[in-house]
């Protein structure tokens, strides 16, 4: 048994994805409604983080496949929050198709500008998967992956710092919020945004990536893990930021090889900087991977904000430090 999960496990980030079809006539509810003069400790809540992920991870979406109608409305939510909080696309439209894959498929991309006339010019891309595995095998009269833990969590995280810094603006480096498709098929919306994005030559600092976020771990004197923990500094200086021991080491993580296994992989090989996703699924706190009980109702929507609330000065901090902090030790 132990093994048979070991291997099952391991297969946590090989693979994810989604694409998408032309527009559906469905109407897709408008993002949560903003508070002003909120401060970063309760920037997010449960209640909000419950809305996003109660739609993203709804059996409306049929678990977001690729090339689904499911996934179609995903995308438009996804575009409808970059409008309302200031999130501009970062291409001629928020969707950036998939080269690499054969059904129509889009990442969705936006940009929010950085503030310093310099430093405007380096950039930071913060994504995470939003793409699901679809419909499966029937289990108990219900055939929808919903794929709340995965990953409606990392896209609910980056929706809410698109939200924060889309706002506030408080950025000096230019921030790429991207969303992206097909990765249940082989990590390609990752491929081909980075492969694209190095054609243009982007002048990439890091990639910051989240994945399977929902729940929380157990008997960790850290709140969540970095993958590739030792191949840069990125815990130390975040944790320097966010003022606690926010970040740590996971050993089944580094066992398991999830460096890569996840979207920030595609980044770290063609631009060879600091690419990293943080993750708080330990391989212990959650029994539903590709299976129908990825369910929003066993997420720990509480615990959800609390990651954004946390994370919000450690990429605020990244993002306006003087100097690249964040740096390669292997």
């Known amino acids: 048994m132990k093994i048979f999960l070991y291997v099952l496990s391991a297969l946590l980030f090989a693979t994810c994805s989604s ?29 909000r983080i419950g809305q996003i992920m109660n739609y993203l991870a709804s059996d409306e979406l049929k678990g977001r496949d690729s090339g689904s109608e499911g996934i179609e409305k995903a995308a438009q939510y996804i575009e409808n929050h970059f409008k309302a909080y200031g999130v501009t696309p ?11 894959f054969k059904k129509p498929s889009y990442n969705v991309v936006g940009v929010v500008e950085g503030n310093d006339p310099t430093l405007k010019n380096e950039f930071i891309v913060i994504g995470a998967h939003y793409d699901h595995i679809g419909i499966v095998e029937m289990e108990n009269g219900d055939a929808i992956a919903n794929g709340a833990n995965d990953n409606a969590s990392g896209t609910t995280s980056v929706l809410e710092f698109a939200r924060y810094f ?9 921030l790429i919020f991207a969303l992206f498709s097909a990765e249940e098929k082989g990590l390609l919306g990752a ?20 994945e399977m976020t929902g729940v929380p771990m157990q008997d960790k004197d850290y709140f969540m893990y970095i993958t590739g ?7 130390a ?3 320097t930021y966010a003022k606690e021991n926010l970040i ?9 090889n999830l460096y890569q296994r996840s979207d920030n992989y595609a980044f770290h090989q063609e631009f060879g900087v600091p690419s990293h996703t943080f993750c708080t699924f330990d391989f212990t706190n959650f029994d539903h991977y590709h299976k129908v009980g990825d369910e929003p109702e066993i997420m720990d929507f509480a615990h959800m904000a609390q990651l954004v609330n946390k994370t919000i000065p450690v990429l605020e ?14």
């Open 248 to 256: 740590g080491f996971l050993p089944t993580a580094q066992r398991m």
């Open 237 to 239: 200086v975040g944790n």
């Open 191 to 210: 491929k081909h945004l980075a492969k694209k994005l190095k054609e243009a030559d982007l002048n990439l600092y890091t990639m910051l990536n989240f």
């Open 317 to 330: 901090g990244i993002a306006n430090a003087p100097a690249q902090e964040v740096q390669l030790t292997k």
């Open 229 to 235: 923990y030792e191949m840069s500094n990125l815990a």
């Open 90 to 100: 970062y291409f001629e439209s928020y969707r950036d198709t998939l080269s690499n």
């Open 166 to 174: 889309g706002t506030n603006k408080t950025n000096k480096r230019t």
């Open 19 to 47: 694409t998408q079809t032309g527009s559906t006539a469905a109407v897709v509810p408008s993002p949560p409604t903003v508070k002003s003069n909120v401060s970063k400790d309760d920037f997010s809540n449960a209640d």
